[in-house]
């Protein structure tokens, strides 16, 4: 499923770019970024924690077609900082420590921006590979997960020279994983890792065609 994934990811991607037309623009890049509360223990009921924060980092791909934009591209999240149950009872669950990949398809509006750059805005969804492990009572758990996620995306380029610009995005996603580990009697019998929340990312882009 991963193998075919990407290869239908790279077959898209070398299509668009050899079917350029002189008024579009296509544009790479790299970017970093942060997300708080990974895993949602917040939203827990009964549940006072420590939530886990994430640093990303990645690679983003947009084609822009006039008030019209794609973005693809990948992005490693890891985390800094451990999520931990302080108080309240999630089962035998103690702490989190979620690993993801995150492979994002979105689509939407450009609203340019005069003297500026251009805001857009769309819809879409992302595919998610989840690693990492939960510390329970009884020992630790693998994730070991592979999931969609839809959501909304929102972004400011900001050029810095002709052919660059200053990326910053939101993503707010929404998915949540089969459950991954039974924790016996307690409040969540069966735990599921929730992959939701607000991600943001700064970065530089580079355009390689431009209107």
Not at 79 to 94: E, H, M, R, S, Y
Not at 114 to 125: E, P, T, W
Not at 180 to 191: E, L, R
Request: glycine share 12%; charged share 15%.
């Amino acid at each position: 499923m991963k193998r075919i994934f990407v290869i239908i990811l790279i077959i898209m991607i070398f299509f668009i770019v050899n079917n350029l037309s002189a008024e579009d623009r296509f544009s790479a890049g790299l970017t970093m970024g942060y997300q708080y509360d990974v895993g949602m223990l917040s939203e827990k009921n009964s549940v006072q924690a420590q939530v886990q924060h994430n640093i990303s980092a990645g690679a983003v791909i947009k084609l822009d077609m006039s008030r019209v934009f794609l973005r693809t591209g990948v992005e490693y999240s890891y985390p800094f900082d451990k999520g931990v149950i302080v108080n309240g009872t999630a089962g035998d669950v103690l702490e989190t420590e979620i690993t993801l990949i995150e492979v994002p398809v979105y689509g939407g509006i450009n609203l340019p921006i005069r003297d500026f750059g251009n805001f857009y805005i769309g819809g879409g969804g992302s595919y998610v590979f989840g690693t990492g492990h939960i510390k329970t009572s009884a020992g630790n758990v693998d994730i070991s997960e592979q999931l969609f996620g839809y959501g909304f995306l929102a972004g400011i380029e900001s050029e810095i020279y002709s052919d660059a610009s200053l990326l910053f995005e939101w993503e707010y996603m929404a998915a949540r994983s089969s459950p991954v580990a039974s924790t016996g009697a307690g409040t969540y019998d069966d735990y599921s890792i929730d992959y939701s929340g607000n991600r943001f990312r700064f970065g530089v882009i580079y355009h390689f065609g431009c209107c």
